[in-house]
């Protein structure tokens, strides 16, 4: 698929902003000081700010973003446990385009 196919007008790109406008289920991955990752579905609430990273491929099923500002949304989103431990390295979302279309607005 092209980009003039994608589902979006104009398609998401990186550094767009979003918004959550209804709450939604996303992956939550954490990032590590070590060769792991991890991560759980977590409900994105209503009001939560989010940046693509990076300009998403024409095959691509979702998109990479950054809750902004992570640290406001940090301990809804990721366990403490994650959080405190000596190797964390913080999160970002993974966010389906079905989800990006329903739930949230571009700013």
Known sequence: ?????????????????????????????????????????RSLPVGLEFIVEVDPPATASAVLARPEPPKRWETLLVEEHERSAEKYAGYSLVIPLRDLATHCVRR
């Open 1 to 41: 698929m092209d980009r003039s196919d994608h589902p979006f007008n104009p398609a998401p790109r990186q550094g767009d902003r979003y918004v959550v406008s209804t709450e939604f289920d996303a992956i939550v991955q954490t990032h590590w000081f070590a060769p792991f990752t991890g991560g759980d579905y």
